[in-house]
């Protein structure tokens, strides 16, 4: 269901053997799959805690997209292990987004040269990759050597910080951006505008939508947000250090 009326009043969170746990009053959160809902670290665990927190008189499930994610960590429904997940991440740069340029109107394809070559440049010399960009259908030509490298990088991060990671990919339609998203070389509105940089070049020509428009990029922004701080959350040590801070 994408809603459900609210039936706790305190969210807390507690430390078990698996992880951290979420409580709602003395109820312990489980997963769709009726596993118990263990995140690996307290930060990760906070950050569901204030989305259940948050909910108002109903529980809007739409817009928990870290609930979402741990449930698809912990419950993992397609059943990949860690090298499908890559494999699949670094699929998508046979049609990643900012690859696929246009030659007409001469104004989109300026406006792509000048908003994707930067973050195209970018990628080929932090990972020592070429990458290239194509106006053919087909798309460009990448690399094996290329994918394998990107292979290589994914695999340092654990099968949670993969799953974000490839949630980030799917909402961008780009590895590329993505990963210029989750190193943190670009912001989110940033990320999100280059993904959608042909749309918004017709919005500026044609005008938009009202309301539908602006609600798709907030949703968006705010999916590709979760994410990103999904994989920095299940990156991250296990615990919070908690400083004392003294006059």
Request: aromatic share 8%; with cysteine.
């Amino acid at each position: 269901p994408s809603e459900r009326k609210r039936f706790y009043q305190n969210v807390s969170i507690s430390q078990g053997e698996g992880g951290f746990e979420i409580n709602l009053d003395h109820r312990k959160l489980k997963t769709p799959q009726a596993k118990l809902f263990t995140v690996p670290s307290e930060a990760l665990a906070i950050a569901v805690a204030t989305e259940w927190d948050s909910q108002k008189d109903t529980i809007k499930f739409y817009t928990m997209h870290l609930t979402t994610l741990c449930n698809t960590a912990l419950d993992n429904p397609t059943q990949r292990n860690k090298m499908q997940l890559i494999r699949a991440a670094v699929k998508f740069l046979e049609t990643d987004t900012v690859c696929y340029r246009v030659e007409e109107p001469a104004a989109l394809a300026e406006l792509q040269k000048n908003e994707w070559d930067p973050v195209v440049a970018w990628a080929e010399k932090r990972y020592n990759v070429a990458i290239g960009s194509s106006t053919s259908i087909l798309g460009p030509n990448i690399p094996a050597s290329t994918k394998e490298t990107f292979v290589s990088h994914l695999a340092s991060y654990n099968m949670w910080a993969l799953q974000g990671i490839e949630y980030v990919i799917t909402q961008l339609k780009s590895l590329i951006l993505s990963m210029s998203l989750i190193d943190r070389h670009i912001t989110v509105e940033k990320a999100v505008l280059l993904s959608r940089l042909e749309e918004e070049y017709q919005i500026q020509r044609w005008g938009n939508v009202e309301w539908a428009h602006d609600y798709d990029l907030c949703e968006l922004r705010a999916r590709a947000a979760a994410g990103t701080l999904f994989v920095h959350l299940c990156s991250e040590s296990s615990t919070v250090k908690h400083k004392l801070l003294q006059d």
